[in-house]
């Protein structure tokens, strides 16, 4: 008797033990950023969605309380005192296994990134194309991946995620087809600058950084790199505290004029390197210090597809002579080609550093196009075009690289267009389409320079002369391109803070305090209220002066209270 209740007490304890749950931590797995937990219903002994939880989310799961229901297995999870349901399959040990989508489909035509320390581009993603899915960055608090690593082919690399769906069908559509499609189709394309309709125009997430915030109008002072204009940046400072400027744009590369010794030019054009400053560096660290000091916003300047120097360093990514195979020389410089990767790479990492080293808050990127005047010789040049893009696919595509690698350094992008881009009914020939560009853009900073306008346009005679008149006509096409763009960028625009050339007019008005506020209103009275931008590439602080009642008015509180 003593002996079976002894083995009677041996099983019970047994059949107590395998009862006992085991409780482990796992982490919630899905294809999508969100995963649905179930509610088991004895009755019935079906699962019912019971709550929706981001992947990644940390669980304590019953291991040893499997149930299988429709030929799925599922494990109990603790949740709030309250026991829930998970698809075995979707409960993973390691938190770095939480996305578990095998493939992704291009939305938005992308740049795959194949070494993200150094921006380098590896191939381009097309609309529509599949990618296989071998890893990820980071997930965000709502389970969106940043960048998903990816295959192409023999490419491997990163491709932002916002970029990706999640089948092919939603990949091939196009944004508000029914609405954007035939505005697009109807934009001529007379001049070889390629269909718009080849844009994408998905909407842009914009991005706010918490320790850099973009004045809602930006009046700016431009800066040229002489230390003649930065070695008196005192003298800017103690001038701008005066009015009503609160920005500074300063070059860090112009064509054969490169500021300070950068790494990224050592890398890339030795050239430009050698043929910077070797003092600059520490005096950019000063001016921009100072700068931020007085409470500037404070904006670098670089030129992109003219670059002698970087041609002369790499003659394999200029645009060339197809009869000769050189580099094709246009208006007195050598052209990169907008189309070359390496192009970007080069002017993009020279911008990260330039953010890094000196806490620029924007990059303002100009010659942001292909070279113009060129519909004469467009057949004897090559412009090694890789991805057959058009020339506005691939300045498009170019923006969407900068500001993604810029934004990752907490500071914005502005790109220059010229004037001519505001014209509604045609792309231009030098790849600049308005809506694709400000569809991506933080700021697009058009050069409507009332001398460049030739006499009679708009139906204004001298536009040169009429500063306020030509801004005003030229602001209101604008707001037409703005309203055909889903998400547009700020306009700041540059305007004339020089005296009109004799080339232009001889008898032309100079372009002191009372033309340069003329232009401010005519842009204002348009409904551009972004801010301007002085160009004088001089950037005499003496011809500022001539101007500087125009910069003691708050334009936009004018506009408030009107």
């Known amino acids: 008797m003593k002996k079976l209740l002894t083995l009677i007490l041996v099983v019970a304890a047994a059949v107590a033990c395998n009862t006992e749950e085991i409780v482990e931590v796992r982490y919630l797995a899905s294809q999508v950023p969100t995963a649905v937990v179930y509610s088991y219903d004895e009755q019935s002994q079906i699962m019912q969605p019971a709550d929706t939880l981001v992947r990644g989310t940390q669980l304590n799961a019953v291991v040893n309380g499997g149930k299988k229901v429709a030929d799925v297995e599922y494990l109990p999870v603790k949740m709030d005192k309250q026991r829930c349901y998970v698809p ?33 581009v590896g191939a381009n993603a097309a609309k529509g194309v599949q990618l296989e899915v071998i890893g990820y960055d980071d997930i965000d608090a709502i389970g969106r991946v940043n960048r998903y690593k990816v295959r192409q082919g023999d490419v491997e690399g990163y491709i932002y995620a916002k970029y990706t769906v999640f089948d092919k069908e939603s990949a091939l559509k196009r944004y508000k087809a029914e609405e954007y499609d035939k505005v697009h189709k109807a934009i001529k394309n007379p001049f070889g600058g390629g269909e718009a309709i080849g844009c994408d125009f998905y909407p842009t997430e914009r991005v706010v950084f918490e320790n850099n915030k973009m004045p809602e109008a930006c009046y700016s002072l431009y800066l040229n790199i002489s230390p003649a204009i930065l070695g008196k940046i005192e003298e800017y400072i103690a001038f701008a505290k005066q009015t009503k400027i609160n920005t500074f744009t300063i070059d860090i590369k112009d064509n054969e004029c490169p500021g300070f010794r950068a790494e990224a030019m050592q890398k890339y054009s030795p050239t430009n390197y050698n043929r910077a400053g070797s003092t600059k560096e520490a005096l950019y660290k000063k001016v921009v210090t100072r700068l931020h000091e007085e409470g500037f916003y404070v904006v670098g300047r670089i030129t992109c597809f003219k670059d002698s120097y970087l041609v002369k360093d790499h003659p394999e990514v200029a645009i060339t002579e197809k009869a000769t195979g050189k580099p094709f020389k246009h208006n007195k410089a050598y052209w990169p080609s907008p189309y070359d990767r390496k192009v970007w790479q080069f002017n993009v990492e020279l911008a990260k550093e330039a953010v890094r080293k000196f806490g620029f808050n924007e990059i303002n990127f100009d010659y942001v196009r292909f070279p113009d005047r060129m519909t004469k010789v467009e057949n004897l040049i090559d412009y090694h075009n890789k991805y057959n893009e058009s020339k506005v696919q691939a300045i498009q595509r170019f923006v969407q690289y900068a500001c993604d690698e810029i934004h990752a350094e907490g500071a914005y992008v502005s790109i220059d267009v010229f004037g001519e881009a505001a014209n509604p009914g045609y792309t231009t020939a030098y790849g600049q389409y308005w809506p694709a560009i400000s569809n991506i853009a933080d700021a697009i900073c058009g050069m409507p320079y009332p001398d460049h306008f030739s006499n009679g346009y708009y139906g204004i005679k001298k536009p040169w002369n009429h500063p306020y008149e030509i801004l005003k006509a030229w602001g209101e096409r604008v707001q037409g391109r703005q309203k055909v763009t889903p998400t547009p960028a700020v306009v700041r625009t540059w305007v004339q803070a020089y005296d009109v050339m004799r080339h232009v007019d001889r008898n032309g008005i100079q372009y002191n305090a009372e033309a340069v506020e003329k232009e401010i209103r005519g842009l204002y009275d348009a409904g551009l209220t972004g801010g301007y931008t002085t160009w004088h590439s001089g950037s005499k602080l003496s011809k500022y002066q001539q101007q500087k009642e125009a910069f003691m008015i708050d334009y936009l509180a004018e506009k408030r209270a009107e």
């Open 88 to 120: 075995t399959a979707s409960l993973v040990a390691d938190p770095r296994e939480v996305v578990a989508e095998k493939v992704v489909y291009v939305r938005t035509p992308a740049s795959i990134i194949s070494d993200i320390e150094t921006s380098k």
